[in-house]
């Protein structure tokens, strides 16, 4: 199974930029995993946030196929335990799921056209984090589960 992890907007912060890589290539010893980030919408102040979610839209889906599974992260979504989220990624790989594609969407979420092409929706937390957090959080939380998977010492129970 091939993960890929979709994000609006870049990550200005260094510190956070290098815990994301730091995970990245720590999360490629279980499995095949990229990260792509979607460049900001410019002049976003000149435009309705409808007229943003629809164009940030329009580049995920862009990105993704028709095969894919698209998991949002959203705060409406279900919310797991790290052990719980472990489960949910073995019983993906254990479907055959070629390509498993996780999705952070902008400022105001997703349009109405990614949130029916999803197959779910996972929220990280009823709080609410900066986009580039939630970045690290992800990925650190994948790797995480990996190695709950493996029964290996990162994380304990």
Known sequence: ???????????????????TELYT????H????????????KNVKNISETLQKQTEGTEILKRISTA?????????GKSYSSEDFSEF????MNSG???????IGGPYG???????RA?????????????QMVRLFFIEQLYRGFTILRNEPYHHR
């Open 25 to 28: 290539k720590r999360l490629k």
């Open 110 to 116: 997703f349009s109405e056209e990614i949130y029916k």
């Open 89 to 92: 990624l073995q019983k993906k």
């Open 97 to 103: 799921l070629k390509n498993l594609v996780f999705i």
């Open 119 to 131: 197959d779910g929706k996972i929220s990280l937390s009823s709080m609410t984090f900066s986009h």
């Open 68 to 76: 894919d599974t698209i998991i949002l992260l959203d705060e409406k």
């Open 30 to 41: 279980y499995v095949t995993f990229s990260f792509e980030m979607i460049p900001d919408i």
């Open 1 to 19: 199974m091939k993960i890929t992890l979709l994000a609006i907007g870049k990550t200005d912060n260094k510190n956070l930029q290098s815990l």
